[in-house]
């Protein structure tokens, strides 16, 4: 499985953008990139996952270069509501795989006021 | 509604007493996880099963049983809890069987141990 360096923490303020990276070395051919959202006192959130290139949805961007060793998760124009944690995750899909996913600590974004 | 339920939401034992935990899905996921989460730290996988009637360790098995009773439902034992088993847990489920899949997560148990 491979691993994710993301940093640990990251302050914003209301209304910029923002980009969280991960780093992931050691991806594998079939590894999808997944990043999850986690409020205080709730089970992490699915945001958006990808394979190559560049994917959106209502939440968020991921960015994904040729190489796919980074990915970038940008949020656009964060609000207070958005402070939580970020996890990066890479794991394998198909149905030979048991899913098996490893969360790392995770980037504690702080939105301002 | 559709998700992932677990019972009880808290709970509270003395070292020595065990329990277990439950854990329920309702999306016809073949994958299902359990996870403990202590204060400050990410996630760490405890137990999963890939499907009905298989279960394999995580990253921190010790100290746990898991029971994968049908598709549903997926319960994780404490035999004789310890303080260090104080923690958040969360259940999850996924398809892996569909080409991009994510995890669904339940809202937690938060389980101190005195």
């Known amino acids: 499985l491979a691993k994710t360096t993301q940093p640990i923490s990251m302050d914003s303020y209301e209304g910029q953008e923002v980009n969280i990276t991960c780093s992931h070395n050691?991806?594998?051919?079939?590894?999808?990139i997944t990043w999850y959202q986690q409020f205080p006192s709730q089970g992490p959130r699915f945001i958006i996952q990808?394979?190559?290139t560049k994917v959106t949805n209502e939440v968020a961007s991921l960015f994904i270069p040729a190489d796919r060793k980074s990915s970038t998760l940008s949020l656009p124009r964060v609000s207070l509501s958005d402070t939580a944690v970020y996890y990066c995750l890479v794991g394998t899909e198909g149905s030979s795989n048991t899913g098996k996913l490893i969360f790392g600590q995770g980037t504690t974004l702080q939105v301002k006021p | 509604n559709a998700g992932v339920t677990q019972t009880p939401k808290f709970q509270v034992l003395k070292t020595g007493q065990s329990m277990t935990l439950q854990c329920a899905q309702d999306m016809n996921h073949n994958s299902m996880y359990w996870y403990r989460q202590d204060p400050g730290m990410g996630l760490r996988l405890i137990y999963y099963s890939a499907s009905e009637g298989t279960t394999d360790k995580g990253e921190v098995p010790n100290g746990y049983n898991v029971s994968r009773l049908n598709k549903r439902e997926f319960s994780l034992r404490l035999e004789s809890a310890a303080p260090s088993q104080t923690s958040v847990y969360f259940c999850?489920?996924?398809?892996?069987?569909?080409?991009?899949?994510?995890?669904?997560f339940g809202s937690g148990t938060r389980l101190t141990v005195v």
């Open positions: 999850a489920s996924s398809d892996t069987r569909s080409p991009n899949y994510g995890y669904t």
């Open positions: 050691n991806i594998a051919t079939n590894d999808y």
């Open positions: 990808g394979y190559k």
